[in-house]
């Protein structure tokens, strides 16, 4: 009877749409001053003791990603509402707004989530949604506000929790708390946790070898939550040797403060490379072939030169 009961949802009007819009919580509007608080603490205990985990450039290049990201996500919060709600109404198996619904929703979003993020590395098109990500070379709280713009493309790989048939509300929170999870992440300060955290969370340091350029870092822990997934699916790498944060190919230092080329360089390469390719095999190999692959044969082509 509960299982029934749990699968009793009720189709919402579409013509409700604002009034679900009001009663999804804005999480992190809420948390943004929080965020922005530790950030500064941070900030100014780094400074105070000299260790440079701070550019100012790169900074105020992380602080302008973020509130761009804020912005697009508040334009586009009523359009993915409502495509929740259609995909909500289209199946049948909808279920109540529960809030233990969490749970599960949170471990199958972070479950996409780690696809999402895999494949962000592995294909340069998605890539290309989340280099603005990689590219500061410190390690900071303000890393976690390099958020791309286009971000929202890949919400393709998270249809399966709305086809689930998890309540819009419950979807629209879990994200929200998923996206908070790793703030805290980004930092230096917090080594090594106690080792039953570190094997089941992504903790900072496991995160920053994920940050990491080296060989050995490359392509590693992808877990936002949780980084069983990356012991699961053989992506798991401890971290050993000081991390040097960034991506293989640093960006221009003239360029570290610009949102918009942070945002949109890759695709700018992206459209460069496609143009001085032959034959549409080429072509989509610059599209979509693996992006660590495509930066190491263009470093080679440039040596040989």
Not at 74 to 87: I, S
Not at 93 to 122: E, G, Q
Not at 214 to 236: H, M, P, S, V
Request: hydrophobic share 45%; net charge positive; with cysteine.
């Amino acid at each position: 009877m509960l299982l029934l009961s749990l699968f009793d949802g009720k189709k919402i009007p579409l013509d409700n749409l604002e009034h679900i819009e009001r009663n999804a919580p804005d999480i992190i509007v809420w948390a943004a001053p929080a965020m922005f608080f530790f950030a500064a603490l941070e900030f100014i205990i780094s400074w105070k003791q000299d260790h440079k985990y701070y550019e100012k450039k790169e900074t105020f290049g992380s602080i302008m990603v973020g509130l761009g990201n804020v912005v697009v996500s508040a334009l586009l919060k009523a359009t993915l509402l409502y495509g929740a709600v259609c995909v909500y109404n289209l199946i049948p198996w909808r279920m109540t707004l529960n809030w233990w619904t969490f749970l599960p929703c949170y471990i199958i979003f972070d479950f996409c989530s780690y696809w999402a993020h895999r494949i962000s590395h592995a294909q340069r098109f998605w890539w290309a949604t989340h280099i603005a990500h990689h590219s500061g070379e410190h390690y900071n709280l303000t890393v976690s506000f390099r958020l791309s713009w286009v971000q929202d493309l890949k919400i393709i790989f998270f249809l399966p929790v709305a086809f689930l048939g998890f309540h819009p509300i419950i979807i629209f929170v879990v994200n929200q708390i998923a996206i908070l999870f790793q703030f805290w992440v980004h930092t230096e300060y917090i080594r090594k946790m106690p080792r039953f955290i570190e094997y089941i969370f992504a903790t900072p340091s496991n995160h920053r070898v994920h940050h990491g350029s080296q060989e050995k870092y490359i392509d590693k822990n992808f877990g936002a939550t949780f980084i069983f997934w990356d012991r699961l699916f053989g992506t798991y790498q401890p971290e050993e040797e000081q991390v040097i944060y960034g991506i293989t190919s640093p960006l221009p230092k003239e360029k570290k403060a610009n949102p918009l080329y942070l945002n949109f360089h890759e695709y700018l390469d992206i459209w460069k490379d496609v143009k001085k390719a032959k034959g549409f095999r080429k072509k989509c190999h610059f599209i979509f072939g693996s992006p660590a692959g495509i930066a190491m044969r263009k470093k080679e082509a440039a040596a040989a030169r």
